[in-house]
């Protein structure tokens, strides 16, 4: 019984990891770049709902509503202007340069807010949950998150698959050139792709920030667990990526379960094994790993 | 008029390496080593300590240089290797070793455990081969911070180092980071001059071709590797000796990847001299701004993603393309009647990476 427990805190926390990892794997998948910044990029979205949504005299459980528009906004800029300039030097430049950014942002928040972590109050909400029986406890806050990853994968996938804009997204991701002679604007396209990106870590991040807490040097482990869960899951499958974001989860909890240090170490080990048996991930295709 | 003036006469060209004779520079590097290795007896402590983590930083910002910027491998987890080879130290010095006898045998360490990583790393290409790199470092340091014998997260003080007195440690910390730099700088321009520079630059230039006309590419990047990790565990060892109180948070922080890469970016990637001038400008702004907090690191970061996005050849490679100049060279320069000094005819980097405005970049198929 005490497995089952371990089974359904991973798929709980799967939801979570998910949330993190869609973002990522739709600009590798489109731009072929990784944002080296997108786990900052959920704590900028944390600390705006923390510092900034009070002012609106919103409560702080609806603060998505005004970060995630003003992310998915953000998201758009930032790709017009920074990422695709470093684009069009070389997919190294986009290295140095969205690592440059993450330890930018990281140290701007520590210097502005301090090294304190911060939490969206939700109030009761947070304390809230299902026994199933006497082992197992489902936070609604953790339920929610999981089912809120599944919607966005589900949108995100029908937007690919169904709108006019997701065909040209999935032909650039495809082949540029091609699509580029069939009047698609590349560059637009790669904008929309950065903020649906920007939006869905942003959802990340807020998510974190009510669950548990956000402080200014969260974004790298945010940045390992997105990357983890789109290498297991594999590489250029959103289904997939909720699987990679349950089985990481689930190994974390396996490891906590033994000892509180072996969480995070859990998560990398089967990251590993993956990439040593099984490269392009469970439901990867081998051509996406070039 | 006879014929001959007007067939073209086999025109002489000769193929020079150093512009600067040789012994002009032999001359500066002996005059800096005897400076360096004097300057514990003439400059001021605090200084000494300063030069000591200029030296730290040299060590790491060359490890990088050579990964990224001759070979291609943007690793973001080489304080992976910086805090293996802190807590090698740790390890043999726990065992009764003098630690300044342990820097080696890190080193050592450091360079077996990169073998197989490579093997697991080098199945991922790009940005995702840059964030296992990091994956790596955060499973070592886990594995590092639950062992008790290394006193897990608290820490652990470095034993050994109490006979010397405070002053007599200052100057060997120092001396053992001087040499170690100056090593790596010196095998790191070799390694460069060799077989091993030369594929690496052909690799850069057309990583296909290259392969096609029989470059070990794999095999060359796998040795880079395992030298940027021992670079890196001597610089770990180093550390470990001048703090000495070893902590798994503070010996595998990314911050050392940042600051390596920050340095080598804005000194100049893919030029021997870059990283150590990039090295001085941090050290510079860290000294200026260290009653500012960690706006030192905003600063450098935000110079080093304008320097990426504007001026990617870094502030030794500006200097190098206008003025045609050198201090090391590790290309060859075509010279000649009828063919002007090009400057350099070896590696360049970034060349066949950087296309033009106008087209966007074409991913082509890297094949493994």
Same mark, same amino acid.
């Given at each position: 019984?005490?497995?089952?427990?371990?089974?359904?805190?991973?798929?709980?926390?799967?939801?979570?990891?998910?949330?993190?990892?869609?973002?990522?794997?739709?600009? *590798?998948?489109?731009?072929?770049?990784?944002?080296?910044?997108?786990?900052?990029?959920?704590?900028? /979205?944390?600390?705006?709902?923390?510092?900034?949504?009070?002012? *609106?005299?919103?409560?702080?459980?609806?603060?998505?509503?005004?970060?995630?528009?003003? *992310?998915?906004?953000?998201?758009?800029?930032?790709?017009?202007?920074?990422?695709?300039?470093?684009?069009?030097?070389?997919?190294?430049?986009?290295?140095?340069?969205?690592?440059?950014?993450?330890?930018?942002?990281?140290? +701007?928040?520590?210097?502005?807010?301090?090294?304190?972590?911060?939490?969206?109050?939700?109030? #009761?909400?947070?304390?809230?949950?299902?026994?199933?029986?006497?082992?197992?406890?489902?936070?609604?806050? #953790?339920?929610?998150?999981?089912?809120?990853?599944?919607?966005?994968?589900?949108?995100?996938?029908?937007?690919?698959?169904?709108?006019?804009?997701?065909?040209?997204?999935?032909?650039?991701?495809?082949?540029?050139?091609?699509?580029?002679?069939?009047?698609?604007?590349?560059?637009?396209?790669?904008?929309?792709? #950065?903020? +649906?990106?920007? /939006?869905?870590?942003?959802?990340?991040?807020?998510?974190?920030?009510?669950?548990?807490?956000?402080?200014?040097?969260?974004?790298?482990?945010?940045?390992?667990?997105?990357?983890?869960?789109?290498?297991?899951?594999?590489?250029?499958?959103?289904?997939?990526?909720?699987?990679?974001?349950?089985?990481?989860?689930?190994?974390?909890?396996?490891?906590?379960?033994?000892?509180?240090?072996?969480?995070? +170490?859990?998560?990398?080990?089967?990251?590993?094994?993956?990439? /040593?048996?099984?490269?392009?991930?469970?439901?990867?295709?081998?051509?996406?790993?070039? | 008029?006879?014929?001959?003036?007007?067939?073209?006469?086999?025109?002489?060209?000769?193929?020079?390496?150093?512009?600067?004779?040789?012994?002009?520079?032999?001359?500066?590097?002996?005059?800096?080593?005897?400076?360096?290795?004097?300057?514990?007896?003439?400059?001021?402590?605090?200084?000494?300590?300063?030069?000591?983590?200029?030296?730290?930083?040299?060590?790491?910002?060359?490890?990088?240089?050579?990964?990224?910027?001759?070979?291609?491998?943007?690793?973001?987890?080489?304080?992976?290797?910086?805090?293996?080879?802190?807590?090698?130290?740790?390890?043999? &010095?726990?065992?009764?070793?003098?630690?300044?006898?342990?820097?080696?045998?890190?080193?050592?360490?450091?360079?077996?455990?990169?073998?197989?990583?490579?093997?697991?790393?080098?199945?991922?290409?790009?940005?995702?081969?840059?964030?296992?790199?990091?994956?790596?470092?955060?499973?070592?340091?886990?594995?590092?911070?639950?062992? &008790?014998?290394?006193?897990?997260?608290?820490?652990?003080?470095?034993?050994?180092?109490?006979?010397?007195?405070?002053?007599?440690?200052?100057?060997?910390?120092?001396?053992?980071?001087?040499?170690?730099?100056?090593?790596?700088?010196?095998?790191?321009?070799?390694?460069?001059?060799?077989?091993?520079?030369?594929?690496?630059?052909?690799?850069?230039?057309?990583?296909?071709?290259?392969?096609?006309?029989?470059?070990?590419?794999?095999?060359?990047?796998?040795?880079?590797?395992?030298?940027?990790? &021992?670079?890196?565990? &001597?610089?770990?060892?180093?550390?470990?000796?001048?703090?000495?109180?070893?902590?798994?948070?503070?010996?595998?922080?990314?911050?050392?990847?940042?600051?390596?890469?920050?340095?080598?970016?804005?000194?100049?990637?893919?030029?021997?001299?870059?990283?150590?001038?990039?090295?001085?400008?941090?050290?510079?702004?860290?000294?200026?701004?260290?009653?500012?907090?960690?706006?030192?690191?905003?600063?450098?970061?935000?110079?080093?993603?304008?320097?990426?996005?504007?001026? $990617?050849?870094?502030?030794?490679?500006?200097?190098?393309?206008?003025?045609?100049?050198?201090?090391? $060279?590790?290309?060859?320069?075509?010279?000649?009647?009828?063919?002007?000094?090009?400057?350099?005819?070896?590696?360049?980097?970034?060349?066949?990476?950087?296309?033009?405005?106008?087209?966007?970049?074409?991913?082509?198929?890297?094949?493994?």
């Amino acid at each position: 019984m005490i497995w089952l427990s371990v089974i359904v805190s991973g798929v709980l926390l799967g939801g979570f990891y998910a949330l993190f990892a869609c973002g990522l794997s739709l600009m *590798f998948g489109v731009m072929k770049i990784i944002n080296l910044a997108h786990g900052d990029m959920a704590v900028v /979205a944390g600390y705006t709902a923390v510092f900034l949504v009070p002012k *609106f005299h919103l409560p702080e459980v609806w603060s998505f509503l005004i970060v995630v528009p003003l *992310f998915a906004l953000l998201g758009y800029v930032v790709q017009r202007t920074l990422f695709q300039k470093s684009i069009e030097r070389d997919p190294f430049t986009t290295l140095l340069v969205t690592f440059g950014l993450s330890v930018v942002i990281e140290n +701007l928040l520590l210097e502005i807010y301090t090294a304190n972590a911060q939490s969206i109050n939700i109030g #009761s909400l947070i304390a809230k949950s299902w026994q199933v029986n006497q082992t197992i406890y489902i936070s609604y806050l #953790s339920l929610t998150v999981l089912i809120v990853a599944v919607v966005v994968l589900g949108a995100l996938q029908l937007f690919l698959s169904k709108t006019n804009t997701g065909r040209q997204i999935r032909a650039v991701s495809d082949d540029r050139e091609a699509a580029m002679l069939c009047g698609t604007n590349y560059r637009h396209i790669f904008g929309i792709a #950065s903020s +649906l990106a920007f /939006a869905t870590v942003a959802l990340a991040g807020i998510a974190q920030a009510m669950a548990t807490s956000i402080a200014p040097y969260s974004g790298g482990a945010n940045l390992l667990f997105a990357f983890e869960t789109v290498v297991i899951g594999g590489i250029g499958s959103l289904w997939g990526t909720l699987v990679g974001g349950m089985l990481l989860g689930i190994a974390q909890q396996f490891g906590a379960h033994f000892n509180n240090q072996y969480q995070l +170490l859990a998560g990398n080990i089967l990251f590993l094994v993956v990439l /040593a048996i099984r490269p392009q991930g469970l439901f990867g295709k081998k051509a996406a790993m070039s | 008029m006879s014929v001959e003036d007007l067939t073209p006469v086999d025109q002489a060209i000769t193929v020079k390496r150093n512009q600067i004779p040789v012994a002009y520079t032999l001359a500066g590097a002996a005059v800096l080593v005897v400076f360096f290795t004097w300057a514990p007896w003439i400059l001021p402590a605090s200084a000494v300590t300063i030069l000591m983590n200029f030296f730290i930083l040299v060590i790491m910002a060359t490890m990088w240089n050579l990964l990224a910027g001759y070979a291609g491998m943007v690793s973001i987890g080489q304080q992976c290797f910086i805090g293996l080879g802190a807590y090698a130290t740790l390890y043999f &010095a726990i065992k009764g070793m003098d630690p300044f006898v342990a820097i080696p045998l890190a080193v050592v360490v450091c360079a077996v455990i990169a073998y197989p990583v490579t093997y697991l790393l080098f199945r991922l290409r790009g940005g995702y081969f840059s964030v296992a790199t990091w994956v790596v470092a955060d499973s070592a340091m886990l594995i590092i911070g639950s062992i &008790a014998f290394f006193g897990g997260g608290t820490g652990h003080y470095l034993p050994g180092l109490t006979n010397l007195s405070f002053k007599v440690l200052g100057h060997d910390t120092y001396l053992a980071a001087w040499f170690v730099a100056l090593f790596v700088v010196v095998a790191t321009y070799i390694l460069l001059r060799s077989r091993m520079g030369l594929v690496l630059s052909s690799v850069r230039d057309n990583e296909v071709a290259s392969r096609s006309s029989g470059a070990k590419v794999t095999s060359t990047r796998r040795t880079i590797f395992i030298v940027a990790a &021992a670079g890196c565990g &001597a610089a770990g060892a180093v550390l470990a000796i001048s703090q000495p109180f070893i902590q798994t948070g503070n010996e595998f922080n990314l911050q050392w990847a940042a600051e390596m890469l920050f340095a080598s970016m804005i000194g100049g990637l893919g030029t021997i001299e870059g990283p150590i001038l990039g090295c001085v400008i941090f050290f510079v702004l860290q000294q200026s701004l260290q009653n500012y907090g960690a706006w030192y690191l905003i600063i450098f970061g935000a110079v080093a993603v304008g320097v990426a996005i504007w001026q $990617p050849r870094g502030i030794w490679g500006f200097i190098r393309d206008t003025f045609h100049f050198e201090l090391l $060279p590790v290309g060859y320069r075509v010279i000649g009647a009828g063919v002007r000094d090009q400057g350099r005819a070896g590696i360049s980097p970034w060349r066949g990476l950087r296309p033009t405005k106008s087209t966007p970049p074409i991913e082509d198929a890297d094949s493994p």
